[in-house]
T-cell receptor, first 111, second 113 residues
């Protein structure tokens, strides 16, 4: 069975600084997808970034980038130049036939 | 051992039917949620509910209704199913509070014929 682990329940970062959220997963599959979702207080879930397992190049979306280490089954999210609007819950998710979610990391950006 | 369990895992039905998806959590959490994930993998909150408050996303049609017989269950009822209801529906639970870890069920894939 697939599992997704986010070992940091809460994190904080100073505005304009960089923060990294960790995610590890366990699978015996070779082809799959990984995602980071953001959930602000409005409760909407926003897709932040997506990575295909067969791609070695790390995905980037503006200030958001990932460090995908397939052998280590690690998929961390780096947020550069943190902004107040980045304050949210962040969920890591794994997709292979079905979705599996981590329990989330609550990120607070401090002014 | 399953923390959040949803049944059924797959649901195939015809337009116009009424169906329910069940969700149960054994974590002792106060709050439960329903999310809809569309074909583009976008997750949308539908409801969050604890024993004090039901918060409904205003964009959810009133054909969708949550029913909570007790704190450990939050079932999703859907009336007059439409083609656009085809999606994967996720149940989740957490302790009360916005920043509490959410535990997700495995999802229910609903297909409307």
């Amino acid at each position: 069975a697939q599992t997704v682990t986010q070992s940091q329940p809460e994190m904080s970062v100073q505005e304009a600084e960089t923060v990294t959220l960790s995610c590890t997963y366990d699978t015996s599959e070779n082809n799959y997808y990984l995602f980071w979702y953001k959930q602000p207080p409005s409760r909407q879930m926003i897709l932040v970034i997506r990575q295909e397992a067969y791609k070695q190049q790390n995905a980037t979306e503006n200030r958001f980038s990932v460090n995908f280490q397939k052998a280590a089954k690690s998929f961390s999210l780096k947020i550069s130049d943190s902004q107040l609007g980045d304050t949210a819950m962040y969920f890591c998710a794994f997709l292979c036939n079905q979705f599996y979610f981590g329990t989330g990391t609550s990120l607070t950006v401090i002014p | 051992d399953t923390a959040v369990s949803q049944t059924p895992k797959y649901l195939v039905t015809q337009m116009g039917n009424d169906k329910s998806i069940k969700c149960e959590q054994n974590l002792g959490h106060d709050t439960m949620y329903w999310y809809k994930q569309d074909s583009k993998k976008f997750l949308k909150i539908m409801f969050s509910y604890n024993n004090k408050e039901l918060i409904i996303n205003e964009t959810v049609p009133n054909r969708f209704s949550p029913k909570s017989p007790d704190k450990a269950h939050l079932n999703l009822h859907i009336n007059s199913l439409e083609l656009g209801d085809s999606a994967v529906y996720f149940c989740a639970s957490s302790q009360a509070g916005y920043n509490q870890p959410q535990h997700f069920g495995d999802g229910t894939r609903l297909s409307i014929l």
